[in-house]
């Protein structure tokens, strides 16, 4: 409604003009106009920036101290809330048109201002102003809430990322299945910039089985997050009872069919490792494939065929299995690593993916930070889905927590039987092997915790079971492995492979060389060994080798027998009777190693290589 | 530890395969009893599919130099761990080493 009495600001400078159209207002009797004449823009603005306040304005755009269009905008600037009505001459109304487009409410021809004219034309500026202004100010009010509403879902978005970090197993947990359940633990998981739906995790079930799972729901935001939490709410309820993982996804598939919206499903693999049968269980709803890691590093895929969970209330689900010995395993991943793409713009795909993991690949597990590391070398980054990638590695038949492995920061492989995993244990992350003798580990000598703890590498067998793995053979393999350099390898395996044998034969059965003189003698040195490793007091004495790296190239080899000793001084004074059959070991050794000594009456041997 | 044999009017040819070390003895007992059929001829021990030898092994060899008694034995193809044993233990005096 517009008030009875408005004011009018006029500015013009011709006072001709001026004092037509003050008459012509003067004239209107309703509403009545209060007039205030300005013959120039500074004056007008003048006025405003004294506080005075107009109902409308009508402006001639050529004034003494502005020309054309501008003068509107610098009376704009003046009051952005003050109505305008342009008054151009009729010889361009080009001008007028452009003064409408730039924010004038209306325009007046000269000449052309009869009362009606006038009165129409300031009633409409004024509420058309007035309309603009109300939808201006719902705008603001519009872009305030949305940018407040858009901080609080940013909020919400961080909360829920939190919350699904939150959902992943803690490292203090993973780092515990070592000792319980013989299974080395990794991973990562870096959701997109979305909050996305995927999640891994697992479950202690009974006995020594783990439950390992992992899934994907289609979609990204807050409803692929809630389904997550939905999938893994149901997961952790069945938690330990999980030991069918295809009755389990029939159950979750039933459940979820009445859950999830339509269209919306998650691929899945859910896996039960079984470290004291040596077997993987899984089954699967169209989850990436993954890739399972024997010992040697051969390896395969594993069959994920099914349906995803939610889409189909009829969806069968099958269990597989696969042995899962000591040494093995298994890769799980995220399809953003098999579909990110490399340089030429293609899928990097799954047999890219299976031959860069395997370079990370060593008995026991996958260097999970080396490998994401050469990941985003090769892809395109930022990826448009989270990244999951886990390794289960099964270490060895778990043990009761031993004090003597528990002070050490450099993992040892620990156990009373399987010969076959003494590789691992000389393999990263092992620093080395530690037989569970008759005596649990209390007779292992500290030397070999300290050479781990140095960063080198310790071997402690019965002289049973040095003998049945060929422990210097392993070893040679695993020092060369691991130190890498210029050293003299064949000196080092020459080294180890004398001072082994002396240790086993003479320190451990204490069979005596001399025998190997004569064809009979060989036989009776044959019998001789035979007999010592059939007799326990013998075959469970310790030979123990450690093997720390030194500045430079060199390596240090120290070998332990529990043996009778023997006068190292003299052995080595004594010349090699020329044609020998034997008494040759320590000669070998002295030639090749740069230095050698003995310790403990005979049963150390230190060597510099 | 594997032995084959090839014999013909000149002499006996020992092939080996495996690692000839502390735990050969036993197998070693019936090259022995072979060598002691064919006294007389020449002897050849291939080493070619040995990867490793050990001051015990050596001494095998020892044992049957002196179990043909007198007629030099040749060692043909050593590999380099072998040959630097041989080397070390100067057993270019007591055989024939052929590479």
């Known amino acids: 409604m517009l008030s009875a009495r408005l004011r009018v600001l006029l500015v013009e400078d011709d006072l001709v003009t001026a004092r037509i159209m003050m008459r012509t207002l003067l004239r209107v009797p309703s509403p009545s106009f209060e007039v205030m004449h300005e013959g120039s823009l500074a004056e007008a603005v003048g006025q405003l920036d004294r506080g005075e306040r107009f109902d409308v304005a009508i402006l001639d755009l050529n004034l003494p101290d502005s020309l054309g269009i501008q003068t509107l905008a610098k009376l704009q600037a003046a009051d952005p809330d003050l109505p305008i009505v342009v008054m151009t001459g009729d010889s361009d109304p080009a001008i007028a048109e452009l003064a409408l487009e730039v924010g004038a409410q209306d325009y007046l021809v000269k000449g052309e201002t009869g009362e009606n004219t006038v009165t129409r034309a300031i009633r409409y500026a004024i509420s058309r102003k007035h309309a603009d202004l109300e939808r201006k100010a719902i705008s603001d009010r519009l872009t305030a809430s949305l940018a407040a509403e858009n901080k609080r879902l940013d909020e919400e978005n961080a909360l829920a990322r939190a919350m699904q970090f939150d959902l992943l197993p803690t490292r203090d947990r993973l780092g515990q299945y070592r000792q319980s359940r013989g299974l080395a633990v990794d991973y990562f998981f870096e959701p997109s910039s979305e909050i996305g739906g995927d999640l891994w995790g697992c479950a202690e079930a009974d006995g020594l089985r783990t439950v390992f799972f992992m899934f994907d729901f289609s979609g990204h935001g807050v409803g692929a997050a809630l389904n997550v939490f939905r999938l893994h709410a149901l997961l952790s309820q069945l938690g330990r009872q999980i030991i069918d993982p295809a009755a389990t996804l029939h159950r979750l598939n039933e459940t979820l069919v009445g859950m999830l919206p339509r269209g919306q499903y998650a691929t899945v693999f859910l896996g039960v490792v079984d470290t004291a049968a040596a077997t993987l269980t899984w089954s699967a709803g169209g989850a990436p494939a993954p890739i399972l890691f024997t010992a040697a590093g051969g390896h395969k895929t594993l069959d994920t065929k099914g349906k995803p969970l939610g889409i189909s209330a009829t969806a069968r689900y099958t269990n597989r299995v696969a042995a899962f010995p000591e040494g093995s395993c298994l890769f799980l991943y995220s399809d953003a690593m098999t579909e990110s793409r490399v340089a030429g713009g293609t899928m990097l795909g799954e047999e890219r993916l299976a031959s860069m993991v395997k370079r990370f690949h060593a008995p026991g597990g996958i260097d999970i930070e080396g490998l994401i590391a050469r990941f985003y070398d090769t892809v395109k980054r930022p990826l448009d889905d989270d990244l999951t990638a886990v390794s289960i590695g099964h270490l060895a038949t778990p043990v009761a927590a031993q004090p003597v492995h528990s002070q050490s920061s450099a993992p040892l492989l620990l156990t009373s039987r399987r010969l076959e995993v003494v590789d691992v244990g000389l393999a990263p992350p092992y620093s080395g092997f530690i037989e569970i003798g008759a005596q649990g580990v209390s007779d292992v000598n500290p030397a070999c915790l300290e050479a781990a703890e140095q960063g080198g590498l310790c071997l402690s067998l019965s002289v049973a079971g040095a003998w049945a793995c060929c422990a210097a053979t392993l070893l040679n393999n695993a020092v060369s492995r691991r130190f890498g350099g210029n050293r003299d390898w064949v000196a080092v395996e020459h080294c180890l492979s004398e001072a082994i044998t002396n240790a086993m034969i003479h320190g451990g059965l204490g069979v005596k060389s001399a025998l190997r003189d004569t064809p009979e003698g060989l036989t009776e040195y044959t019998r001789a060994i035979q007999e010592g490793l059939s007799d326990p007091a013998r075959a469970t004495k310790r030979v123990e080798v450690t093997v720390v790296p030194l500045p430079g190239d060199d390596v240090q080899i120290t070998v332990y027998d529990r043996g009778e000793g023997f006068d190292f001084a003299a052995t080595l004074k004594r010349e090699t009777v020329p044609g020998a059959k034997h008494g040759r070991g320590l000669a070998v050794i002295r030639k090749v190693a740069k230095s050698v000594d003995s310790r403990d009456g005979g049963r150390t041997l230190v060597m510099t290589i | ?99």
């Open chain 2, 1 to 99: 530890m594997n032995f084959q044999y090839d014999e013909d009017a000149s002499g006996i040819t020992v092939r080996m395969t495996g690692d000839l070390n502390f735990a050969a003895n036993s197998e070693f007992r019936q090259v022995l009893a072979r060598l002691q059929a064919a006294k007389g001829r020449h002897v050849t021990f291939d080493l070619g599919g040995v990867p490793h030898i050990d001051s015990v092994g050596l001494g095998l060899l020892y044992i049957a130099k002196e179990e043909i008694s007198g007629s030099r034995i040749r060692l043909k193809s050593p590999q380099a761990s072998i040959m630097k044993m041989l080397e070390l233990t100067e057993a270019e005096a007591d055989f024939d080493i052929v590479r």
